[in-house]
RNA sequence: GGCGCGUUGACGGAACGGUUACGUGGAGCUCUGCAAAAGCUUAUAAAUGGGUUCGACUCCCAUACGUGCCUCCA
């Protein structure tokens, strides 16, 4: 049983080794909390918890951080436009904070409606700020900074491996000419390490300048100054400023994970610019490499066109709420297709998934049903041919294990499941399928077992009552008991030897 | 202009050079007190045209259509 992923470093499907023995660090971009997530935006936050999922399931110990991005996106990567989080200040009359807040507290809700595992750290972009400017002082030093009047670069070109990530062809790349050129730029690839305020403006969000980043000769004495208002000379004007959009995320990592980490996520729209800009930075300054696997998730569209903030026409998890798709079902739905495919979001595929999930439910009330003893359980393990729990265990994890087979993962489960359905139920051995359904809840998160409860002992009295009727061939009363634990939401089927009930929805 | 991807049955969506994917939905049958469920059966599946091969949905080339990145965006 080996771990592979797909790596865009190596653009190959590698076995993963973790640096340090049964040990992950792993970071995720996170969101830029200006604006609500729309459904493909947790999309790939669906598949990165499975990659969790697996990487527990095979014993790593996981320090995962997912950052958020609470200051310094521009509404273009160029660095260029508005900040986003000032930008939706002006647009519904509040404060960069309290956006960020509301927003940040909206992405949280949303990963526990989708049943993700909390990263052990959440890390907001304005809490690292000393450390952002950290990183720019040790890139001034090594002299990989030049300022212009609207802030402090990169040169990428002095970092010869700029363009090998992302395979760029950096010259004839802006023949395209749909790129804003900053006539002060070095090279059109350049990109902010913090911008600064513009005269004049006040901004929600801003920090002062540190002296020592202002000046254009590269100092080797970095004890020199300290990020405070007192370290800008007396009489000298203070440079107010805010970090650009990259420096966050490499400077969180540095802080809280390390020179190198294991595993770097985020969707394949990152590879060329932010992920990109991110290794230029930090492999610059400590001249190891920032991450031994990248993982990108593709993109979902919606009808067959992308999603786009920009374009306005991302559902967001309310959006399907209101058409009555839980998060579970949109996580079915996402889970069935491959996370490096372009998925295809429309209601129908949705409401196929939700099916399904339905079905899965149904099995897994199933050990409601089943009243083994023990000893029963142990005598119908020798000849049960029903379920090989720890066989189907076993096929779940190792069809994630290559690359988060989760469309595999599925199939292996309908097949034992519909194995499960078509037996009878005394032939179910109850602990082996609570321990499949452990497992699929495990690595997929579908919570099985969370979400199908028993059902109330009123209801088990009039399933028994209603059997008696039966037996003395009662059908009307039979009948009637019928409907009335259908309108209690439980749906009843007789088998040729047992009574079973299931969820009406 | 540069770089890339996709095209599988009603819909979603995999694997694989030679075998029924699977799911959801439709139709028919069996079973059944009725129903439900389940089982079975079923619908011209691989955009098009070439090539490689004993054999291709699976590899190669071309064409068509769609689409992505090179602004923002997972």
Known sequence: ???????????????????????????TCGPTVYDYPHIGNWASYIYWDVLIRILMANDYEVNRVINITDVGHLTSDADEGEDKLEKGAKREGKTAWEIAAFYTEDFMNGMRSLGMIMPQHIAKATDYIPQQLDMIRKLKNKGFTYRISDGIYFETSKFTRYADFAHLKLGSQMAGARVEFNPEKHNNSDFALWKFTPTGEKRDMEWATPADLLDNNSRSDLERSKITEESVPKGEQIVMGFPGWHIECSAIIMALLGETIDIHTGGIDHIPVHHTNEIAQSEAINN??????????????????????????????????????????????????????????????????????????????????????????????????????????????????????????????????????????????????????????????????????????????????????????????????????????????????????????
């Open 288 to 505: 190891v490499r920032l991450s031994n696997y990248w993982l990108h998730s593709n993109h979902l569209k919606i009808n067959g066109s992308k999603i786009s903030k920009s374009l306005g026409n991302g559902y967001r998890l309310d959006d399907l709420a209101k058409k009555g798709f839980s998060p579970l079902d949109y996580r079915m739905f996402i889970l069935q297709g491959h996370y490096r495919n372009e998925g295809n979001f429309t209601f129908e595929g949705l409401q196929s998934a939700k099916n399904r999930l339905h079905n899965w439910r149904n099995i897994a009330a199933l050990r409601h049903q089943i009243h083994d003893t023990i000893q029963s359980d142990n005598a119908r393990n020798t000849n049960n041919k029903t379920i090989s729990p720890y066989a189907t265990s076993r096929a779940i994890i190792e069809a994630i294990d290559d690359d988060l087979g989760t469309p595999e993962a599925l199939r292996i489960i309908d097949e034992a499941f519909s194995s499960i359905s078509n037996a009878r139920i005394t032939n179910i051995n109850q602990q082996a399928l609570i321990n499949l359904l452990d497992t699929i809840d495990s690595t997929l998160g579908l919570q099985l077992i969370g979400s199908t409860p028993d059902i109330s002992d009123d209801l088990k009295r009039i399933i028994i009552e209603r059997n008696h009727a039966r037996a003395q061939k009662d059908w009307s009363k039979s009948d009637k008991l019928r409907d009335q634990l259908l309108s209690a939401g439980i749906i009843i089927r007789d088998t040729n030897s047992e009574v079973i009930w299931e969820y009406k929805d």
């Open 1 to 27: 049983m080996t771990l592979k992923f797909h790596n865009t470093l190596t653009n190959q499907v590698d076995e993963f080794a973790s640096q340090n023995n049964g040990k992950v660090t792993i970071y």
